[in-house]
C-alpha cells in the first residue's frame, strides 16, 4: 500500500548536489523532544503510514508521548533490513524454503515468498576450538568446520542464490554484529522507490540478541526470535508498544587501570538493578562525546544483558570518523551528517530530552572488574575476586573438604599429560581463557590493551600455565591486521594465544573439548573448573560441559587468569610469577599504560585495513566457492539429511484457520525456578550419545564424533525437539534433586523419570496437551527461536510464568503456545502446585470473537481431587499477537496472508 503522508511530511534532502526524499520529521508537532530513539520510530512511522496498519493517530501518539505513562499503544515498526548469524538463521531458510512449498501446496507463486527487506546472513556461529595453541590451529579449526558442516553450508548456497535480496557472508570472516558495525550498517539507508532516490534512518533487527551492538553507530535495532526475523523479511512490521525510554547520563572519563569492559559491566550491573526490561536505554550528556565508537558499540552490544530492548548512541563526529576510518564512502558520510542534522538526529549535549527514568555514571569512577560465576550482571570488583571466589566454591564443591589447608574446599590431583607435562589441579583451575565474542574483539583499546600485556609478560618471563586451553577469535580480520602490524602478535603466541577462527567460537559454547587427560581428571574428581572469557554470556552449562564457573572479563584480564592459572587468586597480592632476576612480578608491573595503548591504536590501525579486510566479502575463499550448490526455486530436501529437513509446521494447514481451543486435562512436562534461560530451554553446544538426540544420530548412522552441537542442526527438527529442556544443568522441579532434561512420566504407572522427549511423545500418543510452570524472567538470554520452537513441537499447549522475558514471550506465540502469567504476588509455591496436578485453561475461545481477554481462568486439580483456581494474566499484548496465534502461528499467518494475495 503506497504512503498516505497526512502531514505532508515528504520533502527533498539536496546533499553536494543528489536530491533525496526525505519524511521530514519537523512536520509532526512534538517531535522536537522525543528523544533520539523515538524519533527513529517516528520517521518510521510517517514513512510507512498506510491509513490501515499505521494512520496518522499512531503517528500522533508517538509524536505527543507521555514519558511517563506506561506503555499501552501498539504501533508497527518497519525495520530496514534483517541480520542473521548462522545458527539462527539457517532454521530461518529453512522455514523459507518450506514456505515456498506451502504456497505452491495453496495454488500460488512459491516465488512469491522472497525477503522484501534486505537480508544478510554471517556465517559466525559453526567454528569450533578443536585446534589451539599452535600455529596451524585457525587452518585445522576451518578445516573440521568445513567438514561438519558442509551440507548446511551448500544449504545456505543455496539460499543466496534462490532467494533474492538475501546475501550470506562465508565461514572465516568475522562475527556478525563485528561485521555489521565495520561493513553492513550503513547508518542512513537509500533505496530507489516509484523512481526517486529515498534517505532514511537505517534500522534492523536480527536473529541474535546482540544485534543492538550497532545502536552504538545511531542505528536502531535489536534482536527478535527468528520467526519474528522471517516475517520482517517478508514485509510483516514488527509488532510493539511505545516503550518507555530511560536517559542514562555520562560524564567523566574511564581512568587508567580500567577498561570498556569495566564500564560495560558496571553499567550491566546497575542497569539490570534498576529494571529496564521491555525500555529502550539511551546515552546521553557531555560524556557521550568522551566514549568512543568501539566503547559505544561494547555498551550497545550488552543490552540484552541489561535486559533492555536496545542501548542507544545518537549520531555524532564520532560516528562520522568510524565510518570513515570503516571505509564507508565520503557520499554515504556526508548523507548521514546531512540528513542526521536536518532531521535533529544529530547529538547536542546541551539539550536535556524528555525521558522516563534517569540514570547517571560518572566514568572516572569505573574500577577493573570481572563478571560470574553465571551472570553477565553478577559484577565483582577485580580486588574483591578472590574473596568472592572463595565464597561462590562451596556451591560448586559442596562438603569437600580442605585437603591442601588452603582455607577453602580444595583436592591436589595431580595430573601427567602424553607430552610429559605434569602438575596439580585443584578446584578454581582456569581450563579456558579466550579472547572471544563481538562486544570486545571489535574494542581496539581491549585488543591492543591485552596484547601489550601480554608484550610485558613475556619480556618479564612470565608463562600461561600449563592446564590452561588458550585462544584468541576475533570478530574480524582486521584484528589481526593490527595485531601484526604492532609487531605483537609473537608475544600473544609465546603466551598461547593464537588465532583459533573468526567466530563466536567460546561465547557461544563452541570452546571445543579440553585435553583428555585434564577432562577426565576434572570429571574423576568433581572438579569445579573455571573458564575466563571476553564474551556476553556465561550462562550455567553454556561454556563447556566440565567446567562449572564462568566469568566474564576485559580480553587484558583473560590473558591475566591464564598466567595465573587460577581463580583462587589475587592480583594485588599474589605474584604472577618471578622475572630473570627472581623478582615477583604483579599485574600492575605488566599492566600497559592507556597513553601507549593509544598509540598503538594510533599507529597500527588504518582505513586501508578495512578495506582490505572486507574486500569481496560476499564471494568467500576457494572452499566456499568449491561447494557443490542445488539450484531451483524449491529445494531438493534430501531424505538422508541430519542437517536440513523439512519442518512438520505447515503440514495439513488449511487456507482458514480452524477456531482456538480451550485447554483440558493437561499435563505439567515440566515445573522451573527463576532465570530459566533460552540456553536451558533449547541448548546449542554438545551433547551426548545416551541422549535423545545423541540416539536419533546413532540410528541415522552419524558416529559419535560427527554429532557436532545442537546449534549447527538446527534445520533439523528432529534433533531439535529431542534437545528442547535437555540442558544438562536445567533443575526441573517435579523430580528431587535431578538435573539434566528428565521429567515424570505419568502415563506410565507410578509416574517414573524419563526422559523430556520420551515422555512428551507418549503424552502425545495418549491425547495430552502439555503445560510448564515457571518462575520470574522465564526465556531470558539469546532470542533462540527453538526454544519457542521446540516447546511447541513438544506439545505444549500453554506456559505459565511469573515474568518474561521480551523476545521468548512474543516467539512462544509465534509459535500458538499460550504464555500466561500468574497473578502479581503470586507463584507455583504461594498456591501450593506442585506439577502433579491436572490443567485446564479455559476463556482461550473468546479469541476467536476477534477479543483478546485480559485473563484466562486456570484450574489445578491435584491428585487427591482438590482444585485450585486462579486468574492467569493472558500475555497476548497487541493484536497482532493475537492474530498470530488465532492462525496457529506467525508463519502460517504470513502464509495466509501470501496465497490470498
Known amino acids: ?91 530461518c531458510v529453512v522455514d523459507l524454503a518450506t514456505m515456498r512449498e506451502a504456497v505452491k501446496d495453496l495454488g500460488g507463486d512459491p516465488t512469491r515468498v522472497n525477503p522484501l527487506a534486505p537480508a544478510e546472513m554471517v556465517i559466525d556461529h559453526s567454528v569450533q576450538i578443536d585446534a589451539f595453541g599452535n600455529a596451524g590451529a585457525l587452518e585445522r ?32 570472516t568475522g562475527i556478525v554484529h563485528q561485521v555489521n558495525i565495520e561493513y553492513l550498517a550503513r547508518t542512513v539507508m537509500t533505496r530507489e522507490i516509484g523512481g526517486k532516490l529515498r534517505a532514511y534512518p537505517d534500522t534492523c533487527v536480527g536473529t541474535d540478541s546482540h544485534t543492538t551492538m550497532v545502536n552504538g553507530l545511531g542505528v536502531l535495532g535489536w534482536g527478535v526470535g527468528g520467526i519474528e526475523a522471517e516475517a520482517a523479511m517478508l514485509g510483516q512490521p514488527v509488532s510493539m508498544l511505545i516503550p518507555r525510554v530511560v536517559g542514562f547520563k555520562l560524564k567523566g572519563s574511564i581512568p587508567a587501570g580500567a577498561t570498556a569492559t569495566d564500564v560495560v559491566l558496571t553499567i550491566t550491573e546497575m542497569l539490570r538493578k534498576h529494571g529496564v526490561v521491555g525500555k529502550f536505554v539511551e546515552f546521553y550528556g557531555e560524556g557521550v562525546a568522551e566514549v568512543p565508537l568501539a566503547n559505544r558499540a561494547t555498551i550497545g552490544n550488552m543490552s540484552p544483558e541489561f535486559g533492555s530492548t536496545a542501548a542507544m548512541f545518537p549520531i555524532d563526529g564520532i560516528t562520522l570518523d568510524y565510518l570513515r576510518l570503516t571505509g564507508r564512502s565520503e557520499e554515504s558520510i556526508a548523507l548521514v551528517e546531512a540528513y542526521a542534522k536536518e532531521q535533529g538526529l544529530w547529538h547536542d549535549p546541551s539539550r536535556e530530552l524528555r525521558f522516563s527514568e534517569f540514570l547517571e555514571l560518572d566514568l572516572s569512577t569505573v574500577v577493573p572488574s570481572i563478571a560470574g560465576p553465571k551472570r553477565p550482571q553478577d559484577r565483582i570488583e577485580l580486588s574483591r575476586a578472590k574473596e568472592q571466589f572463595r565464597q561462590d566454591i562451596h556451591t560448586y564443591a559442596p562438603g569437600d573438604a580442605d585437603a591442601l589447608g588452603l582455607g577453602r574446599p580444595s583436592k591436589g ?34 585488543m591492543l590493551a591485552a596484547a601489550l600485556l601480554a608484550r610485558n609478560a613475556v619480556e618479564k618471563g612470565l608463562t600461561s600455565k600449563p592446564w590452561v586451553k588458550t585462544s584468541v577469535a576475533p570478530g574480524s580480520k582486521v584484528v589481526t591486521d593490527y595485531y601484526e602490524k604492532s609487531g605483537l602478535t609473537p608475544y600473544l603466541e609465546k603466551l598461547g594465544f593464537y588465532i583459533v577462527g573468526y567466530g563466536c567460537a567460546t561465547c557461544i559454547g563452541n570452546s571445543g573439548p579440553l585435553e583428555a587427560e ?14 575466563v572469557l571476553s564474551g556476553n554470556r556465561n550462562f550455567e552449562g553454556r561454556i563447556n560441559p566440565d567446567v562449572k564457573m564462568n566469568y566474564l572479563a576485559s580480553p587484558p584480564l583473560v590473558i591475566a587468569y591464564a598466567l595465573a592459572g587460577t581463580m583462587d587468586f589475587d592480583f594485588e597480592k599474589d605474584p604472577l610469577g618471578q622475572d630473570q632476576a627472581g623478582n615477583d612480578v604483579f599485574l600492575k608491573d605488566i599492566w600497559p599504560s592507556p597513553i601507549e595503548v593509544q598509540a598503538t591504536i594510533d599507529s597500527s590501525i588504518d582505513e586501508e585495513m578495512f578495506a582490505k579486510g572486507y574486500d569481496g566479502v560476499f564471494e568467500g575463499d576457494e572452499r566456499w566457492r568449491a561447494l557443490d550448490t542445488p539450484a531451483g526455486d524449491t529445494f531438493a530436501w534430501a531424505e538422508d539429511s541430519t542437517y536440513v529437513r523439512k519442518p512438520p509446521y505447515f503440514e495439513g494447514m488449511k487456507a482458514q484457520p480452524e477456531p482456538v481451543k480451550d485447554i483440558q486435562g493437561a499435563r505439567v512436562l515440566l515445573k522451573l525456578g527463576d532465570s530459566v534461560t533460552t540456553d536451558h530451554i533449547s541448548p546449542a553446544g554438545s551433547f551426548k550419545s545416551d541422549t535423545p ?9 552419524v558416529d559419535r564424533k560427527d554429532f557436532n552441537s545442537y546449534g549447527s542442526r538446527r534445520g533439523n527438527h528432529e534433533v531439535m525437539i529431542r534437545g528442547t529442556f535437555a540442558n544438562i544443568r536445567i533443575k526441573n522441579q517435579i523430580l528431587d534433586g535431578v538435573e539434566g532434561g528428565f521429567t515424570r512420566d505419568f502415563t506410565q504407572e507410578g509416574a517414573p523419570q524419563a526422559y523430556v522427549y520420551d515422555a512428551a511423545q507418549n503424552y502425545a500418543a495418549a491425547g495430552t496437551p502439555l503445560v510448564v510452570l515457571a518462575g520470574k524472567e522465564y526465556g531470558s538470554g539469546s532470542s533462540r527461536d527453538w526454544a519457542a520452537k521446540g516447546t511447541a513441537l513438544l506439545g505444549v499447549k500453554a506456559v505459565i510464568a511469573e515474568s518474561y522475558e521480551r523476545i521468548h514471550r512474543s516467539n512462544l506465540i509465534g509459535m500458538g503456545v499460550l504464555p500466561l502469567q500468574y497473578p502479581a504476588g503470586q507463584s507455583a509455591a504461594t498456591l501450593g502446585l506442585t506439577g502433579t496436578e491436572t490443567f485446564a485453561v479455559e476463556g482461550v475461545t473468546e479469541l476467536n470473537n476477534g477479543t483478546t481477554p485480559k485473563t484466562l481462568k486456570v484450574t489445578a486439580t491435584a491428585e487427591d481431587g482438590t ?27 504470513v502464509l495466509r496472508q501470501i496465497s490470498a494475495s
Not at 599429560?417 to 570486545?440: K, P, Q, W, Y
Not at 492467569?872 to 502460517?892: F, H, K, M, S, W
Open 1 to 91: 500500500m503506497s504512503n498516505v503522508d497526512s502531514f505532508g511530511a515528504k520533502g527533498v534532502l539536496d546533499v553536494n548536489g543528489t536530491e533525496y526524499e526525505i519524511f521530514r520529521l519537523n512536520a509532526v508537532e512534538g517531535a522536537e523532544s522525543l528523544p533520539y530513539s523515538l524519533k527513529v520510530l517516528l520517521e518510521n512511522l510517517l514513512r510507512t503510514e498506510d491509513g490501515a496498519n499505521i494512520t496518522a493517530d499512531h503517528v500522533r501518539a508517538l509524536a505527543q508521548w507521555d514519558e511517563n505513562a506506561e506503555p499501552n499503544t501498539e504501533i508497527q515498526f518497519t525495520p530496514a533490513r534483517v541480520i542473521m548469524q548462522d545458527f539462527t538463521g539457517v532454521p
Open 518 to 531: 585434564i577432562s577426565e581428571a576434572i570429571q574423576a574428581h568433581d572438579l569445579a573448573a573455571t573458564a
Open 141 to 172: 579449526n576451518m578445516e573440521i568446520e568445513y567438514q561438519r558442516n558442509g551440507e548446511r553450508y551448500q544449504f545456505l548456497r543455496w539460499g543466496q542464490t534462490a532467494f533474492d535480496d538475501f546475501k550470506v557472508v562465508p565461514p572465516g
Open 693 to 701: 538426540a545423541g540416539q536419533y544420530l546413532l540410528a541415522n548412522g
Open 867 to 893: 482444585a485450585t483456581t486462579f486468574d492467569a494474566v493472558l500475555r497476548i499484548d497487541t493484536p497482532g499477537e493475537a492474530d498470530y496465534y488465532r492462525n496457529g502461528g506467525i508463519l502460517q499467518y
Open 413 to 446: 590431583v595431580d595430573v601427567k599429560m602424553a607430552d610429559g607435562r605434569e602438575f596439580t589441579l585443584d578446584h578454581g583451575l582456569v581450563s579456558i581463557a579466550s579472547i572471544t565474542s563481538c562486544t570486545n574483539t571489535s574494542n581496539p583499546s581491549v
